[in-house]
């Protein structure tokens, strides 16, 4: 496929988060059901501690300390439907002989950490979080030359290999969770003459695995971003061999794979946010080409460079971080500037709309206004299930129970726009907790009921 790049004038905003970052990239981002940012940071700021979560709060940022005894590193964040926040990360114990797996949680003011994994000979290369529909997380790690997936299970945080046919060792695991609540991972197997790039999704508690590109000689692609929405899939990888420094995306529409090389030269992904999925199912990447961090975007069959604020002297060099769209098209991104040597670093935060984005979002973007009631959310017997769909679409309407297993498909077709009405019947589920939820292409309804006897 031949790719037409387009430069295009955009409005953007920019904030300094912290002067204070240990930052090799831009760090790990994630925005709320508000469109407020967070922003995960490895800062040196005496007094405030090592790993740092800033978050906007009347127009200011808030620095809130996760750890201050140990290093971290390899860190990623997600918020779930509740506004609770999720951050994965490892770090050494003081005498350096263990590593340590943690997934913190933050609800109301307290935080909350797990230990994951205990390590005293591996490394974690890297570590991905996401949440589902149900407010649910879920991580990957890479860990003892294997990708684990981990989830909690009566709050106890459960593992399990992924690819357990996997001839190589597999690294750079990032996960994602699409409307229907499947788990889709992007991984590379290391081999010795190639580095496949895979994709795993995990339906009805298996995991099917497929490789998605066979580059061949070049051995070793990464790191994998993937993100999962409007019915695609897509993942971002990177060769950083000298003779090649090629940057694809492989994106599947649910028929077949296709593979993008958005450079010839220089491009590297530097986050495991790196890659997000508008509304419109525009396919939105934040890389570093050379030492300038690029946003773009593929319309159709083409990629868009979007041209960022310029940075003034002393600031000479930039490495791109993670890249989110909001609900309202709105781009939100991260990226580390700093001077030649790095002795000096700084943390933007970018947002905004570019302004050829915004006419088209103007032009084709439809108001969504679905809708999902069940009257009475109480249930003895019998219930009616009412929906409104703004436009025809693919739909799926199901019942989870408390442990978010699926255990009723009611709809998964396209449906034309109108309201609707379903008569749902309590016979053939048990008394307790469930969760009705419509997933459109754009958007995620839940409704809770209880069946009682």
Not at 301 to 322: E, F, K, Q, Y
């Amino acid at each position: 496929m031949v790719l037409l790049v387009l430069l295009l004038l955009s409005g953007w905003t920019t904030e300094v988060v912290t002067t204070t970052a240990r930052e090799l990239i831009g760090p790990p981002l994630a925005i709320d059901s508000y469109g407020m940012p967070y922003v995960l940071v490895h800062s040196d700021q005496p007094g405030t501690g090592y790993l740092i979560l800033f978050y906007k709060s009347d127009g200011n940022w808030i620095a809130d300390t996760l750890e201050c005894s140990a290093m971290p590193d390899c860190r990623d964040i997600a918020i779930d439907r509740s506004g609770n926040v999720w951050c994965v990360y490892y770090l050494y114990s003081p005498s350096g002989s263990c590593r340590y797996l943690i997934v913190a949680s933050k609800e109301s003011h307290a935080w909350q950490k797990d230990t994951v994994e205990i390590s005293s000979g591996y490394d974690f290369f890297s570590n991905s979080i996401t949440t589902d529909t149900l407010g649910r997380p879920h991580i990957t790690y890479d860990f003892a030359q294997y990708g684990y997936y981990g989830y909690l299970r009566d709050s106890i945080w459960c593992k399990e290999i992924i690819d357990s046919n996997a001839t190589y060792n597999y690294l750079y695991c990032a996960i994602d969770a699409d409307h229907q609540n499947r788990l889709h991972v992007g991984y590379y197997q290391f081999g010795q003459y190639s580095g496949p790039i895979w994709h795993a999704e995990k339906k009805d508690n298996l995991w099917y695995c497929e490789v998605v590109e066979s580059p061949g000689s070049v051995n070793m692609w990464w790191p994998t971003s993937i993100r999962a929405g409007q019915g695609r899939v897509g993942i971002a990888y990177t060769n950083p061999d000298p003779n090649s420094y090629r940057l694809k995306l492989a994106h599947n529409n649910g028929t077949a794979w296709e593979i993008d090389t958005l450079t010839s030269g220089f491009g590297c992904i530097w986050n495991q946010k790196a890659l997000d999925i508008d509304a419109l199912g525009r396919y939105w990447l934040s890389y570093t080409s050379g030492t300038v961090p690029i946003v773009a975007f593929r319309e159709v069959n083409d990629w868009h460079i979007c041209s960022l604020p310029p940075l003034v002297p002393p600031l000479t060099r930039g490495r791109s971080g993670a890249i989110r769209v909001d609900s309202e098209n709105k781009i939100h991104l991260t990226r580390l500037v700093a001077n030649d040597d790095y002795s000096y670093r700084e943390i933007h935060y970018i947002y905004g709309t570019p302004e050829a984005i915004e006419e088209n979002k103007v032009q084709n973007l439809k108001t969504e206004s679905v809708k999902l009631k069940i009257s009475p959310n109480i249930v003895y017997t019998n219930a009616q299930i009412r929906y409104t769909i703004p436009e025809t679409q693919r739909i799926t309407l199901d019942i989870y129970d408390i442990t978010g297993r699926r255990i009723n498909a009611i709809i998964d077709g396209t449906v034309k726009q109108g309201s609707y009405t379903y008569n749902l019947s309590s016979s053939a589920l048990g008394q307790g907790v469930y969760f009705l939820v419509l997933a459109t292409e754009r958007k995620i309804e839940r409704q809770k009921l209880m069946i009682v006897r």
